[in-house]
């Protein structure tokens, strides 16, 4: 009589432990089903990659999409904490961050021997962290229409951009939150030299009319003749032009800088095994085709996805020799985004 009370009370209380569980989606059953994706590229691009993942897998994911400087503080403010798995895409500038706080997992993909070598570079430079899935080059857009209408000649350059008759007639994305805009920073102080670099950007801000919060507003913003000119990747305009818009992409004379868009697992992951199978899945030719078929023409990371015929060809374009490890490491993005914050983006 009391062996079996006792064993109805355990049964009864592993019974009420297992719905607890069930109803936290803590228990193993949930958390082999799951995946939460942080996404750094464009909705767009997101969703299919998520759609062909969940069909592929039967793993469910939620997803949200973001700017890069956006999921890097959300995942630093969620880090005792973690509720995101993945973050996939966006520049791979705060991914280098996010790595050197120690806020992502070392993983080495059985694809890494499948990329090219700059997007196994970001995986070395990260200690692991961070590997590369795309690269695009940073340019500006311009509406080609607006530009006849105000009589301005072609803009090819940099300096182009600081002709007073384009007052109110740039737009540019805010680079705490956009990597896109962060990019362009960092390019500038590379081409010019830091004084002479923060100089160029207080000049520009007195054509600014807006700076936006994602990266790749600026080019939709151009292609709609909302702004003449948007600084964006030049991948973010061809999407434009393929659709009809009256844009010219250019890579400014003077050269410019690059991203190498990046993947990142989060630190303490609830669903690692998730995120370990996401992680090599998207560096696949397979996934990495779905960018081209959404309209984004990053150059991709895995030497056998073939590269769009639209995207812009990094062989023909004038690229900085951009020092990944430099801009983004904590102190150095830190210091220039209070630099642009406190000097340039409250100028009246
Ligand atoms: N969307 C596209 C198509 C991109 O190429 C990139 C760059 O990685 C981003 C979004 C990043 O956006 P943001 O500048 O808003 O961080």
Not at 35 to 62: H, N
Not at 120 to 136: C, D, F, N, T
Not at 192 to 221: C, I, R, W
Not at 279 to 295: F, M, N, S, V
């Amino acid at each position: 009589m009391h062996v079996t009370s006792k064993s109805a009370r355990l049964a009864a209380l592993s019974a009420v432990a297992s719905a607890t569980a069930l109803l936290a989606g803590s228990g193993p059953a949930a958390a082999q089903g799951q995946l939460t994706v942080y996404c750094g590229v464009q909705e767009e691009w997101c969703r299919p990659m998520v759609d062909a993942f969940e069909k592929q897998t039967g793993i469910k994911v939620s997803m949200t999409r973001k700017s890069s400087g956006e999921i890097y503080a959300q995942v630093k403010a969620e880090s005792a904490n973690p509720k995101g798995d993945v973050w996939w895409g966006g520049t791979g500038d705060p991914h280098m961050q996010a790595a050197e706080e120690g806020l992502t997992e070392e993983y080495k993909s059985p694809k890494l021997s499948e990329l090219n070598d700059w997007a196994v570079r970001q995986w070395e430079q990260s200690k692991g962290r961070a590997v590369g899935i795309y690269s695009g080059a940073l340019g500006y857009g311009v509406n080609t229409k607006m530009l006849a209408q105000k009589g301005i000649p072609e803009l090819k350059c940099w300096a182009d951009l600081l002709n007073p008759k384009l007052k109110d007639e740039v737009q540019v994305a805010d680079p705490n939150s956009s990597g896109t805009a962060y990019t362009m920073l960092a390019t500038i102080v590379q081409i010019m030299g830091e004084d002479k670099g923060f100089d160029y950007l207080k000049a520009l801000h007195k054509n600014v009319n807006q700076y936006t919060k994602s990266g790749a507003a600026p080019a939709k913003a151009a292609s709609l003749g909302e702004t003449t000119v948007g600084i964006a990747f030049l991948h973010d305009h061809v999407t434009m032009i393929v659709d009809g818009a009256p844009v010219k992409a250019v890579a400014p004379c003077e050269g410019t800088g690059y991203e190498i868009g990046s993947m990142s697992i989060i630190k303490g992951a609830r669903n690692l095994d998730n995120a370990k199978k996401w992680y090599d899945w998207a560096l696949t030719p397979e996934a990495q085709k779905l960018g081209a078929a959404a309209k984004s023409f990053q150059v991709p990371s895995n030497k056998a996805t073939p590269v769009p015929k639209e995207s812009p060809n990094l062989a023909e374009i004038k690229l900085i020799n951009f020092d990944f490890a430099k801009y983004g490491s904590s102190a150095e993005r830190k210091r220039l985004l209070a630099k642009w914050d406190a000097e340039v983006k409250n100028l009246p």
